[in-house]
Structures are given as structure tokens and as C-alpha cells.
């Protein structure tokens, strides 16, 4: 296991590299220059071109790439120029948000999708099954940014059951509580569109497991019903789940920025939306190559859960 | 073309999501065209007027200006932009995925490789990366959903091209000196673009929220241009106090996507001919009765199978599988059932324990009795309780009858755990004892393994251990050593043989050798077309069979040392059991069909244990 874990970091180095590589070109492709962004257009151009040299901007395009890599690697991702201070510190200090509220909402996704779908295929044609498809055409259709925004209204504006928006209350909040009472709304808005897809995937999963000639030998020995759909074909089915959650992953972490903005959660994906506003090109480099990264890296987890959950993956 | 239609419009739920889309998309179409204010003229008197204030159907927003021009304009914009997004992402994408999967190689690898960096991205950030580096407006959003989306198509359509460019017109017109952009055109893109308009309508819906989204981050649409995305992010801020500026654009998005999405799911289904046929059912726990006309009574055997009838009923469409077939064994014997693959045997075999696939299988009559009690009525648990405790089976290819992902000594110890109250040591010592018992070697470690680690003939011993294990009155095997080679058939059977010897086992041997049934079998029953044609004692069907089928199957047997001889294979085909023709259900292909045999039922004659069901028996039945 120790050495299939270490293959696959491995193999991760080169799509790191690439996302590094897409990125810096995206982003080189910027038309005029990041000194006048900064400086304005009233600039003079000996100030453009002095900072120009000092931010390393007068070298050819391959050398900055390298110049720009080699910092990265030993975690210098330079200085976001917008908010005077270290990129590194800033993107930290927003994804642990970020990661709070996307976390949760992969948990409840994956839980309640996959429950959904389990209730659906087991009921097939019945009550249970048609109201789940239902609820999960409405989930997958509705625009997360615009569901979020109703929930504002209905639970904090005439309910007044939760707070409107933010991670922690601006008054005698920042324990646990007050985290999670803040974080219910977000956290399901977020999950919903994920939810419906892992239900979709998993009743279509289950159907196809529960007609296998194994599910047919484990009624011939007599194993009961429940323990055959939770044991048996969950078990089989998840080997086609577990990839989907993967994805799902992405889905609900790109899901992140909306949430973010509708409920002013001070995570990443604000981070991101207010440097493109601003020109903050090294903000946004850094941004994303570093969510890419532990994008692939949660990747390489679930490709290790699958091998545990499959014992036919050569590991 | 008509039918999928057809299909489509039956399926009312995807019609009323085409007729919603359809309106929608008229109403932007003529939207131009309407009596409308102009969207962008602002009268910051008139700011955030409720819906259906004079003069503004739906009110006005933070500058006053008229919501309801406003929203079909941003529907026309936003409806225009994922088009045109999923267009030309549909676009670059199969041209890519075209190029990749004709050529092959290394132009594929290269290709593929990048496709594969593009979706190691949660699609979000590419999109924000290409937006920051074009700069915020709808034009760049456009482009930015449209590149996200180009690697799914590119993978998608690759796929579907490896297969094809592998296929004998693509040689041909290779061979017959075409370009490589001539066969691209002609030869490949006419069967690869149904599947390209598929993805499309499955991903334009998500396209239409994308650019949606990156509007209402402000990063697509700019104003006073606004299309939906941006006209709820503008409304954002006032949410509270004028919350219908945001409801009537979310709404608007909520309506296209779901209309797309309905759509979208019908014409999957209308295409997937999985669906169609009803194949993708689940199995219920045990099979559907429907029983009609009288039970048969209670008689004395171990197990009877009586007067049977299971049914598939397929739309409209019903297959006699089995038809009143009754047989019995007593402790101790072994009965064979033999038959061509389709004649019943195996679904007779299922019906014993409720294990036919249903739907679409139903017992429509007959009964099922051990020791007496009527299998075939009996609720559930008490007929969980009994399988696999009473009637165990053993089954066919074990390589699919065993779970793929528990170990074999846990799916043996389970068996044993579902009808007796034991502890995990306890149930590991007897899995270990049973695989000891059909002849495992180094049992302690095997049942750590799992199937896929074992030959065919080790997981058939598996399941024959799993099937022994709570020591059953009845075992049902269903053609169990048919996937394995003739040794380890040889090695199975001896094994069978002896078990049934040691513990008094009745065994119902279901099989299509005549070869096997000689070895094992005391008495043996022909089926064909879903009914039994003959029965009688082993040696004296083999010997004098008196169906002219069981004649003819017996001869097809090759026997060793039996020199050159003609193999006589019977011509023809089983009639299929949806359309049995009156009479002998074989009079098509015997030789010795008379009229008689096409009219009227035809029952079994003779006295028990030796009859046929035959006007012209090969031998006289005593």
C-alpha cells in the first residue's frame, strides 16, 4: 500500500507541473503590462519599467517560468501587490475557510447522495424512489448562488433562524457554535447540485449491481434482504461511486466561489473573484495553482480509497 | 427517427420539458419584436416597484428600469451565450477528440495527456484563470465555459472514435486511397456526431449556469448589458428589502436548466436501449407469484416441484419459460434436468427458492413443497430462512456468483452467520472445515483469498462449500461445472457424488451433458421449450430414450474411442417460448412429425417412474 501511495505522488509530479505550466501561460497571455495595473495609467514609463525589472517582468517567458517554479517549490509564491502582503499567507488563511465549508458540504454530498440513491434503487417505481428522482431534478437544476440567496431570505430574513452571511458573528461569536450555526446555510446550498448528481450515479449503480449473478447467490444462502442492499450490492456499487465523489470533489469546490459570495464567506474563491477584479495577477496565479494542487493530491486519496475498497486494483 | 420520437413524447416528462424550453425559446426569439420598455432606460423615481405595479408587469429593479423587458433580454443573452458556448466547445472538442482517436499513437497520447492535466482542474478555476487573463465581459465568460468544457467533449468523442476508426470501412476507404481529412469527414463524423449532439444536450444546461454564474460574479456580462447571472447579482445587494428583483431572474435560470435537464434525460433513455427493454430493473428479494387455478396438494417427497409455471412477461410480450413441469427427489437421490441452453431448466431450477429475476419473471401456477410447505406461497422471511439452510444452490461460472470484493472465507462464514447464531472464530473454524471438506488445499490460508485470486476449479469447490455449509436436506446445482475443464468437472463430480453418499443430499443436477448425467444422476428428466418431454432412470432413458429429441441429443454425445462418426447436430432451432406453436413444441425439427403432433396438448404417457411426451415414441413405454 506504502509504495502504491508513493507510485501515485509520483505520478502526480507531471500534472503538477503541467497545472503550473497552463497557468503561467494563461496568465502571461494578460495583454499589457501588470506594472501599469499597478501603477496606474498615469505612470510614468521609467516607474513602468523600473518595477517591471523589479518584479523580474523584463526576462523572456521561459526564464520567468522557471524563476517564478523555483520560488514556488520552496513555497514563495510572491507578494499580492493589492493586499500588501505575502500571497502564501493570504491563500492559507482563505482556504482553511474554504476548505471548512466545501469539506462539509463533500461530506453531506456523499452521504446523503449516496443514501438517496441506495433508498431509490431499492424502492424502484415506488413512492420513495419517484419522490427522490424528483427532489434530485429540482437539486441538480436549481442555480446554487440563487438557492442560497432564497435560503437567506427564508431562514435568517423571516425566520430569523440563522445568521445572514459570514463565517463567525462580528460580536462574541468564534467558538465552534456560532462556526457551525453560520456554517448550516452555505454548507447545504453548497452541497445540493452534488447531492442530486451522486444520487443519480448511485441508484444507476445500484440498479446495475443488484442485477449481478452475485447478488442472486447471496439470496441463496438466505442472507437477509437489508443486509444483500446495504452489504452486498452498496459494497459492489461504491466501486463506481467512489470516482464520481472524486469528481464531485471539483464540483462542489468550483460551487465554493458562488457560496462564497452570496453568503460574504471569507474563503478562496472571494479571494480569487476580488483579484481578477483588481489585476492581481500573482494573487490569482497562486490561487489556483495552489487549489489545483490539492485538488490532485485529494485525487490520489480517492484513488487510494478505491484500491482499498477493490482488492483487484494492483496496488 | 419517428420511433424515438415517439418514445420521447411518451416519456411526459421530458415533453413538457421540450415544450417549456420551446416557449422560452420563442419568447426570446420574438422578444425584439414585443411592445417591451426599453431595458436599459433608467428612472431612479420608480426604483424597486412591486410586480404588477401599472406600467410594469413584473416591477422595476435598483434603477428603476422595467424588469420584465429586462428579463427576456437577459433570458435571449444568457440563452444565446451557453448556446454558443456548448457549440463551440462541442466543436473544438470532437475536432480534437476526432483527431486523437483516428490517429493514434503518440498524436493521441500527446493529446490525451493534456486533456487529462485540463481535468485535473475543478473547472472553476480554469475558467477564473482564462477570465482574469482576457479580463471580466460576457464575450470572455463565453470563451472561458466554452474552453472548460472542450476536454469532456474531447474524451467523449475520442472514445467513441478509437472504436470506429478500428472498423472495416475505415480500412476500406483507407485502402481505397482516401485522404485522412476525407475519411475524417466522411466516413467518421456522420457516426460520431449523434453522440456529439447527445453530449451537447447534457451539457448545455450546465453551460447556460456557468456563464450564468460568472455573470453573477461579475465577471461576464458588464453593464448595462445584463443577462440573467448579472441581473441577480445586481439584485444581490437588495435582496432584503426588494427581494422579487432577485426571484424573477433565478427563477428564470431554474426554468431553462430544469426544462434542458428534462429534455436532456429523455432523449438518453429514448437512446439507451438498456432502458428500453426494461433491463435495468432491480430484482426484487424473491420472485413475483401470481398464481391462478388450483394449488396442487401436499405429496410426500423431500421436494416437489409441481404442475410449475414461470412466466417473463416483457411489455406486452409473454414467455412461457416453464410450463407445468413437476418433478421430485427423494433424500439421497440425485435427479438430473437436462436441456438445451433457453429450455427452461435453469429458470426451473431458480423458481424452487423464489430466485427468478423479477421483474420480469412471475410464478403464474403450480407449487413448490418441502417436506410438504408450499415454497412458492410462503411470505419472506420464512422463505430467507430456508434458503440456502434447507435448498441450497451451487451455481454456474463462480467467477461471477462469488462477491468480487469479500473474501471467500467470509462469504462462506456469512452463510453460515445468516441462519445460526455464531461467533466470527466460531464461523472463520467451520469455513475452514468446509473448504477442508470439498478438498481446498492449505485451507487455513485459501480463505483469506479472494475470488479473482483462485483457479475455476478452486471457487466451484468455493461454492460448493458455501452451498454444504448449513448442511442442507436439498442442493440445487445449476450447471456447475460447466465453466471448468474436464478434469476438474471429473474431480467436482466425484466430489458431488461422494457428498451425496455421506450426508443422504437429495441433488437436483441441472445440466445440458448427457455425459455428466450418466456419471452422477439416478433418474433424469429432458426438457425442452419450457416442459418436460421425458423422464425415467438414468440407465434406461441412456439406453432406450424414447423422445426422438432425447434420441437425438444422446447421439450428439462424442464418445471416446468411438472412431471417425458423424456427429448428427439437431437442425433448427428451439421455438422461442413467446410463440409456442400448438402441439410438440420439437415437431418443427423432428423427422417423425406427423399432423397429429401439431394440433392439441400432447401430455406425458406411461407410468411413473418412465414417461415421454410423444404420439410416436421411439420405444414403448411400459
Known sequence: MGAYILKRLVSAVPVLLGITVIVFLIMAMIPGDPATAILGSYATPENVEKLNRDLGLDAPLVQRYFIWLGNVIVGDFGRSYSLNRPVLDEILERFSATLILAGVSFVLCAVLGILAGVVSAARQYGLADKAITFAVLIGISVPSFFLGMMMILLFAVNLRWLPVSGMYAIYGGGDLPDLLRHLIMPASALSVVATGVVARLSRSAMLEVLRQDYIRTARAKGVPERRVIMGHALRAAMVSIIPVLGIQAGFVLSGAVYIEMVFQWPGIGRMLVDAILKRDILLVQGGVVFVAACYVLFNIMVDVAQSLLDPRIKT | ?622
Open chain 2, 1 to 622: 427517427m419517428t420511433r424515438f420520437l415517439a418514445l420521447l413524447v411518451r416519456n411526459r416528462l421530458a415533453a413538457a420539458g421540450g415544450i417549456i424550453l420551446f416557449c422560452v425559446l420563442v419568447l426570446t426569439l420574438i422578444t425584439p419584436f414585443l411592445p417591451l420598455q426599453d431595458p436599459d432606460v433608467t428612472a431612479t423615481a420608480n426604483r424597486f416597484l412591486r410586480p404588477f405595479s401599472p406600467g410594469h408587469l413584473l416591477g422595476t429593479d435598483h434603477l428603476g428600469r422595467d424588469l420584465l423587458s429586462r428579463l427576456l433580454w437577459g433570458t435571449r443573452l444568457s440563452l444565446a451565450v451557453g448556446i454558443a458556448a456548448a457549440v463551440l466547445a462541442a466543436v473544438i472538442g470532437s475536432a480534437i477528440g476526432i483527431t486523437a482517436g483516428y490517429f493514434g499513437g503518440r498524436t493521441d497520447n500527446i493529446i490525451m495527456r493534456l486533456v487529462d492535466m485540463l481535468m485535473a482542474f475543478p473547472y472553476i478555476l480554469l475558467a477564473l484563470a482564462i477570465v482574469a487573463a482576457l479580463g471580466p465581459g460576457l464575450m470572455n465568460a463565453l470563451i472561458a465555459v466554452a474552453a472548460v468544457n472542450i476536454p469532456f467533449f474531447a474524451r467523449n468523442i475520442r472514445g467513441i472514435t478509437v472504436g470506429l476508426a478500428g472498423q472495416e470501412f475505415v480500412d476500406a476507404a483507407r485502402l481505397g486511397g482516401l485522404g485522412h481529412t476525407r475519411i475524417i469527414l466522411t466516413e467518421l463524423l456522420p457516426n460520431v456526431i449523434p453522440v456529439i449532439v447527445i453530449a451537447m444536450s447534457t451539457t448545455v444546461g450546465w453551460m447556460i449556469l456557468e456563464t450564468a454564474g460568472l455573470s453573477f460574479l461579475g465577471l461576464g456580462s458588464q453593464p448595462p448589458q445584463a443577462d440573467l447571472g448579472s441581473m441577480l447579482g445586481e439584485a444581490r445587494s437588495a435582496l432584503i428589502t426588494s427581494p422579487h428583483t432577485s426571484v424573477i431572474p433565478g427563477l428564470m435560470i431554474f426554468i431553462i436548466v430544469m426544462s434542458i435537464n428534462l429534455l436532456g434525460d429523455g432523449v438518453r433513455d429514448a437512446l439507451d436501449p438498456r432502458l428500453r427493454s426494461g433491463a435495468l430493473s432491480r430484482p426484487r428479494a424473491a420472485t413475483l407469484v401470481e398464481r391462478q387455478g388450483e394449488i396442487p396438494a401436499a405429496s410426500d417427497d423431500l421436494l416437489a416441484i409441481q404442475e410449475l409455471e414461470t412466466q417473463f412477461h416483457v411489455g406486452q410480450r409473454t414467455y412461457r419459460a416453464v410450463n407445468q413441469v413437476s418433478l421430485s427427489v427423494r433424500p439421497g437421490e440425485c435427479l438430473g434436468v437436462i436441456g438445451e441452453s433457453g429450455s427452461g431448466k435453469s429458470v426451473t431450477a431458480l423458481s424452487v427458492m423464489g430466485l427468478v429475476a423479477s421483474p420480469p419473471g412471475v410464478i403464474t401456477g403450480g407449487a413448490v413443497r418441502f417436506r410438504g410447505d408450499d415454497l412458492v406461497g410462503m411470505p419472506y422471511e420464512q422463505l430467507r430462512q430456508k434458503r440456502g439452510d434447507r435448498v441450497a444452490y451451487i451455481f454456474q461460472d463462480p467467477l461471477s456468483t462469488l462477491h468480487p470484493l469479500y473474501r471467500t472465507g467470509d462469504q462462506l462464514a456469512e452463510a453460515i452467520r445468516s441462519h445460526h447464531r455464531i461467533d466470527k472464530a466460531q464461523a472463520r473454524a467451520r469455513a475452514i472445515d468446509l473448504f477442508k471438506a470439498v478438498r481446498i488445499p492449505n485451507a487455513e490460508s485459501r480463505i483469506d483469498n479472494y475470488p479473482h485470486e483462485m483457479s475455476g476449479g478452486m471457487r466451484q469447490r468455493v461454492g460448493i462449500a458455501m452451498a454444504l455449509a448449513n448442511e442442507p436436506d436439498v442442493i440445487i446445482a445449476d450447471e456447475p461445472t460447466t465453466a471448468l475443464d474436464v478434469t476438474v468437472q471429473a474431480q467436482i463430480l466425484t466430489l458431488l457424488d461422494e457428498l451425496r453418499r455421506e450426508r443422504g443430499l437429495a441433488i437436483i443436477f441441472i445440466t445440458h451433458d448427457f455425459g455428466v448425467v450418466g456419471q452422477l444422476c439416478d433418474r433424469v428428466a429432458v426438457m425442452y421449450a419450457g416442459r418436460i418431454i421425458e423422464e425415467g432412470p438414468t440407465g434406461a432413458v441412456l439406453a432406450a430414450p424414447a423422445h426422438p429429441y432425447t434420441k437425438r441429443l444422446i447421439a450428439c454425445v462424442p464418445e471416446l474411442g468411438e472412431g471417425r462418426r458423424k456427429l448428427a447436430a439437431i437442425p433448427g432451432l428451439p421455438p422461442a417460448v413467446d410463440r409456442l406453436p400448438a402441439g410438440c413444441a420439437f415437431a418443427e425439427r423432428c423427422d417423425k412429425a406427423q399432423e397429429a403432433c401439431r394440433t392439441g396438448d400432447i401430455s406425458l404417457s406411461g407410468t411413473a417412474p418412465r414417461t415421454v411426451r410423444c404420439l410416436f415414441p421411439e420405444e414403448a413405454m411400459p
